[in-house]
């Protein structure tokens, strides 16, 4: 392949990329869900692919790279106007703390561990599970927190009402397991956790899904049985 034909291929799969992307009305980048993240991948790799493969002319690959962006725009069209083919398309939010309670069938859903939460959680702001009302896990792969009404920024009424801190906060049972080196860190055994269990009316260790204790001494503890009040509309 001469310079020249380089040139030419380059020129074009610019040219056919920059209007098809002005098209696509910046949707790939404005409200990215995963399967807009492939897409634009695979139209990357097409535009590349055509500049660098001579044995495939570059109408084809042109062409090509029009059908796809044509079909990412149908399904854009399809999500906009059917709630539907939005369910289908784009999947939707997934709940991973409702009214303060954990939600293991939906970190399942998303393939996501109580470790990768508490992440996502501090990235927020959050350092306290008990502080969250509700977190959900949007289209786009990003989690967005509410506090409970307690935590909420305060308003100017409240500068004044100063809080001790809490400190950081420290889980000792995971999914029914005991975090041992937390348990060293807290300097307790376990046997306060035991007492613990009895305390919270707690029939087995199996039963907690996780459990926190803070430096003030504030507990959380999320239980496996999850129960959500029904909403009516």
Known sequence: MTVTEILIRATIGFVVLYILCRLLNKKLIAQMTFFDFVAGITIGSIVASSMIMKDVPIWISMIGLITFCFYTFVSSIIAL??????????????????????????????????????????????????????????TDGTVTVLAKPAFLPAMQKDVLNIQASRGLAQAFIIDGKILHQSLKILGKDEGWIRDLLIEYNIPKLHDVFFAQIDELGTIYIDLRDDYIPKQFN
């Open 81 to 138: 106007k059917s709630m539907r083919g939005r369910k289908i398309l784009e999947d939707e939010e997934t709940y991973l703390i409702q009214n303060g309670q954990i939600l293991e069938e939906g970190l399942k859903k998303v393939r996501m561990t109580m470790d990768s939460l508490l992440v996502n959680l501090r990235k927020k702001g959050f350092f306290y599970v008990d502080q969250v009302e509700t977190a959900i896990m949007e």
